[in-house]
T-cell receptor
Framework: GAGVSQSPSNKVTEKGKDVELRCDPI?????LYWYRQSLGQGLEFLIY????????KSGLPSDRFSAERTGGSVSTLTIQRTQQEDSAVYLCASSGTGGLATSYEQYFGPGTRLTVT | SQQGEEDPQALSIQEGENATMNCSYK?????LQWYRQNSGRGLVHLILIRSNEREKHSGRLRVTLDTSKKSSSLLITASRAADTASYFC????????????FGTGTRLKVLA
């Protein structure tokens, strides 16, 4: 089956503009994650959705960042008034429900490389 | 700060040698996972070890977990050039949620 897809793969935007990044998780996966990875760095947790529960937004760096997950499937990460420090690769991952070890495994998309000029 | 911290930050070995990388974390966990990231395949899950397990094997990979020391190690035996990648540990918060925090990673280079 299809894996996690993200679009666009690359996005160049001017400082101050808003951007939307899209993630299509694996069908049936109830958990969806957004991470940010700067060049040569580890993954920074941003936000996590699990089923119909309220999302865990504890990793969002500022109120310029927001995310939605519609219908328990597709998710959009929105960055308003982008700044140069927002430049990074934004990764999306999905996983199934708990109860089995393999259900905790996260499947990652290829990422969106965001460059703010 | 990151929940998990790997060391060393970088490791360079010859093909055929074993590679060991370590992960330390701060809070109690339900399970710990290791992931690999290379330019060709992105981030890929390698292995999961539960808090009540001490050791787990998968092919050439061996993972240990010491919850008393809040540490885990990943051993890759008989390394190959294709193992060249960054390796990350990821820990949950032990609270029954699915939120995972990734460490800073170990960059492994295997020389042919």
């Amino acid at each position: 089956g299809a894996g996690v897809s993200q679009s666009p793969s690359n996005k160049v935007t001017e400082k101050g503009k808003d951007v939307e990044l899209r993630c299509d998780p694996i069908s049936g996966h109830t958990a969806l994650y957004w991470y940010r990875q700067s060049l040569g760095q580890g993954l920074e947790f941003l936000i996590y959705f699990q089923g119909n529960s309220a999302p865990d937004k504890s990793g969002l760096p500022s109120d310029r960042f927001s995310a939605e997950r519609t219908g328990g499937s597709v998710s959009t990460l929105t960055i308003q008034r982008t700044q140069q420090e927002d430049s990074a690769v934004y990764l999306c991952a999905s996983s199934g429900t708990g109860g089995l070890a393999t259900s905790y495994e996260q499947y990652f998309g290829p990422g969106t490389r965001l460059t703010v000029t | 700060s990151q929940q998990g911290e790997e060391d060393p930050q970088a490791l360079s070995i010859q093909e055929g040698e074993n590679a060991t990388m370590n992960c330390s974390y701060k809070t109690s966990i339900n399970n710990l996972q290791w992931y690999r990231q290379n330019s060709g395949r992105g981030l890929v899950h390698l292995i999961l070890i539960r808090s009540n397990e001490r050791e787990k094997h998968s092919g050439r990979l061996r993972v240990t977990l010491d919850t008393s020391k809040k540490s885990s190690s990943l051993l890759i035996t008989a390394s190959r050039a294709a193992d060249t990648a960054s390796y990350f540990c990821a820990t949950d918060g032990g609270s029954g949620t699915y939120k995972y925090i990734f460490g800073t990673g170990t960059r492994l280079k295997v020389l042919a």
